[in-house]
């Protein structure tokens, strides 16, 4: 009878220890999920902006927002700018084990910017790194939104006007006049030699027999009688 009501104790017992450890174990499981839903994290980035994160939930999304504000300089406030980022990090197995972890491990590459909200589009921490991108926390949108840089145009030069082409004037030739050579020295001038052309010689025909009658009838006879003292000499020549 004893003996049953020790092994009863000891179930007993047990049965307390066991609720215990759930108890504990759940009131940790909340510690640390509050720590990062209500605990931000602080940083600071390589420009000494003074950062914080908070994790918020929207809907099956968890969203992040990362605010920062630049030291003062002077009488001039410093910067101030924020990003936030969307994913499913619950997607991840080791981040359900330890959240916190999973926004430290991304705490840990923003601090090495000079601008916290101008680091990668996608994070990756270690501890989730081979998850898709679906479980990793994605760029969402920024405040104030980055300016564009400008793109310089390229600087055209004024055109020149068009000059038409002048056709320049057509000169002739002016003639060459020739040139007196001059004489060198030790010689006289030279001459050409011209040969002379013969000249035609013109052959006097030979006075014929009735040319002489005649002259000699208008000598020795009377003009009317010039006929035929003419016919009488050339027969007589004849």
């Given amino acids: 009878m004893r003996a049953r009501m ?7 017992a047990a049965a307390v220890c066991v609720s215990n450890a759930q108890t504990n174990s759940s009131n940790d499981s909340k510690q640390q999920q509050r ?3 209500d605990e931000p994290i602080r940083f600071s980035t390589k420009t000494k902006d003074s950062c914080t994160m908070v994790v918020s939930g929207a809907g099956d999304y968890t969203r992040l927002r990362v605010s920062c504000k630049g030291p003062s300089q002077g009488q001039t406030p410093g910067r101030s700018y924020y990003c936030d980022f969307q994913g499913k990090p619950n997607l991840c197995r080791p981040y359900n084990l330890n959240p916190r972890h999973y926004f ?3 705490m840990w590459d923003m601090r090495k910017l000079t601008h916290a909200c101008q680091g990668p589009k996608i994070y990756r921490p270690q501890m989730c790194k081979k998850y898709p991108d679906e479980a990793q926390m994605t760029f969402l949108a920024s405040w104030p939104k980055p300016a564009a840089p400008k793109t310089s145009k390229p600087v055209q030069e004024p055109r020149k006007p068009v000059v038409p082409a002048q056709t320049k004037p057509v000169t002739t030739p002016k ?3 020739p040139q007196p050579v001059k004489p060198q020295p030790g010689k006289g001038p030279q001459t050409k030699k011209t040969t002379p052309k013969p000249g035609k010689t013109t052959t006097r025909p030979t006075e014929q027999p009735d040319s002489k009658a ?3 009838a208008t000598e020795y006879c009377w003009k009317s009688f010039h006929g035929f003292c003419t016919y009488f000499i050339s027969w007589f020549q004849n």
């Fill in 6 to 12: 020790r092994v009863l104790l000891l179930f007993l």
């Fill in 35 to 37: 720590s990062v839903w």
């Fill in 104 to 106: 430290t491990q991304m």
């Fill in 175 to 177: 003639p060459v006049k």
């Fill in 214 to 216: 005649s002259r000699l």
